[in-house]
């Protein structure tokens, strides 16, 4: 972790790995926002990403400004492809409306602009846990 963000998260956490989501500032914000209210308690990751987590691993997430907000802890790892991600996930990952129909449209364009969307391509889907809140967010999310 950057010695500056060192300053602003606990010791105990100091050694985790960070990370924001999604790939922009604004989306970073708004799903970090998300995680802190407790309204998305999932994620997905392709197999190949550089941040993919390990079960019982602690993360810092990371807002649009690289500020730190809150820690996880990853609870699930399950692989499945786009094309089976279940109404339960969707609904647990918390944007928009929580549906199937929202995630799929929201992460298709996301791996579309990503350039590797297809709809049996494969997906880390993982479920964690809000540990601790590093800093206060405006949830309107």
């Known amino acids: 972790m950057a010695a500056d963000l060192n300053a602003s998260v606990p010791e105990r956490y100091r050694d985790c790995p960070s990370f924001s989501f999604g790939d922009s500032p604004e989306l970073a914000t708004e799903l970090a926002a998300l995680v802190v209210s407790g309204r998305k308690i ?46 339960a996930f969707a609904f647990d990952e918390g944007e928009g409306d929580r549906s199937l129909a929202f995630w799929r449209d929201a992460h298709e364009s996301y791996f579309r602009r990503a350039g590797v969307f297809s709809p049996d391509m494969p997906l880390l889907c993982e479920r964690f846990r809000l540990v601790e809140v590093l800093a206060p967010m405006d949830v309107d999310a």
């Open 42 to 87: 999932a994620t997905v990751n392709t197999l190949d990403a550089p941040d993919c987590p390990k079960l019982n691993e602690l993360w810092i997430v990371l807002d649009g400004t690289g500020r730190p907000v809150c820690v996880i802890e990853t609870l699930e790892l399950i692989p499945r492809r786009f094309d089976e991600v279940d109404e």
